[in-house]
């Protein structure tokens, strides 16, 4: 009897290390933080935007704590590779070129890329068109590959890219780019603002299916399940809905 009691005083206690663990797992996000709306800085430094708000909703779902790290777009996809963090959500399209380094989630939003120019600029969105143009956009993005695809690397048009969004659009304020190419819903964001208040949609969107996912690192399905598990609750409870509304009109998902 005795011998049980110990028995069943030390199972106890390794259920209450075991939960304890899970409680103090702490999982790193990685965010450019340069991309309004969907991540940014806000004036205290502190990461915002959409991006980190779902992030934030999945690591409430799975019961874990997260924490964000920043880095450059260009090496995010290396950062996380080399355990910088432990997933990506930061508006990356889902791509098959992506998915031979990474593995992907499903989807946690649908993207378009679209042009965005002057109001009073007649400016139209054909190959012919583009012709002699000089179009700004994010390197490292669905919108540079569209570009390279359609005359920009052939020299039909010149292309410049940009480390950040931002970046692109104080060029076309400043008229160094006849216009930019981008995500709709992060053109849409800066077309509301005071310095887009002069610029507008041009033709309709170029790649209307687009898919972003979250990555994990290759072969990493545990949390990749985890997280997935997680969307699907988010956008079952309505958390997802809240999210949506608190930056678009629209749903993205």
Not at 20 to 32: H, T, W
Not at 115 to 138: M, R, Y
Not at 139 to 155: P, S
Not at 174 to 203: C, M, T
Request: hydrophobic share 40%; net charge negative.
């Amino acid at each position: 009897m005795h011998t049980y009691k110990k028995f069943l005083l030390a199972a106890a206690a390794t259920l209450v290390m075991s939960a304890n663990a899970m409680a103090a797992e702490k999982l790193r996000m990685g965010i450019e933080a340069a991309y309004p709306p969907f991540n940014n800085k806000d004036a205290s430094g502190q990461v915002v935007g959409f991006d980190k708000d779902i992030g934030d909703a999945l690591c409430a779902k799975m019961k874990v704590e997260c924490e964000v790290v920043t880095s450059d777009w260009d090496g995010i996809i290396p950062a996380l590779n080399a355990k910088k963090f432990d997933f990506i959500i930061s508006s990356l399209s889902i791509t098959d070129e992506r998915k031979q380094a990474v593995d992907f989630t499903d989807p946690y939003y649908s993207n378009k890329q679209q042009f965005i120019a002057p109001k009073n600029v007649d400016f139209k969105t054909d190959d012919k068109s583009l012709e002699g143009k000089t179009i700004g956009t994010q390197r490292a993005t669905q919108a540079a590959t569209w570009l390279d695809d359609h005359g920009g690397m052939d020299g039909k048009f010149k292309v410049n890219l940009y480390d950040g969004q931002e970046n692109a659009y104080l060029d076309l304020t400043a008229g160094r780019v006849d216009a930019i190419l981008a995500d709709k819903y992060a053109n849409y964001d800066w077309l509301k603002s005071e310095a887009g208040k002069n610029y507008e949609f041009k033709g309709e969107p170029v790649n209307d299916s687009d898919k972003v996912g979250i990555a994990v690192r290759k072969g990493d399905n545990e949390l990749r399940n985890k997280l997935n598990a997680a969307l699907k609750e988010i956008v079952a409870d309505g958390t997802y809905k809240k999210i949506n509304d608190k930056y678009f009109p629209f749903s993205i998902y």
